[in-house]
């Protein structure tokens, strides 16, 4: 069993940036591939991004690529967001997932484990 805690989130002025970690409890975080989902009000969750195991291949969803920043230290059993010339369409609840799997996924129905979400507003 895998749990995920998500923190970093809050308010942030639109422009700004703000950085999303997600620790992960057990031993095997290098086993997964992990990725970071949203869900804004009224919307369906999406894609956002997505890190491979040991690090050296990245997915990004177009609305987020150039802006936000995905990276993962194994050591500490954690992956970041680091949000970038932020918008307010990136005000949402946002969760990192795990995938036991070899390759990055965009579909969160492929994860396995998921974090209970950190909001992120983004005022205009």
């Known amino acids: 069993q895998v749990q995920l805690v998500e923190s970093g989130g809050g308010l942030v002025e639109a422009g700004g940036s703000l950085r999303l970690s997600c620790t992960s409890s057990?031993?095997?975080?290098?086993?997964?591939?992990m990725g970071w989902f949203r869900r804004a009000p009224g919307k369906e969750r999406e894609f956002v991004a997505a890190i491979s195991r040991n690090g050296d291949s990245t997915e990004y969803s177009d609305s987020v690529k150039g802006r936000f920043t995905i990276s993962r230290d194994n050591a500490k059993n954690t992956v970041y967001l680091q949000m970038d010339s932020s918008k307010a369409e990136d005000t949402a609840v946002y969760y990192c997932a795990a995938d036991h799997d070899l390759t990055i996924k965009r579909s969160g129905a492929e994860y396995d484990y998921w974090g209970q979400g950190t909001q992120v507003t983004v005022s205009s």
């Open positions: 057990g031993t095997t975080f290098n086993w997964y591939v």
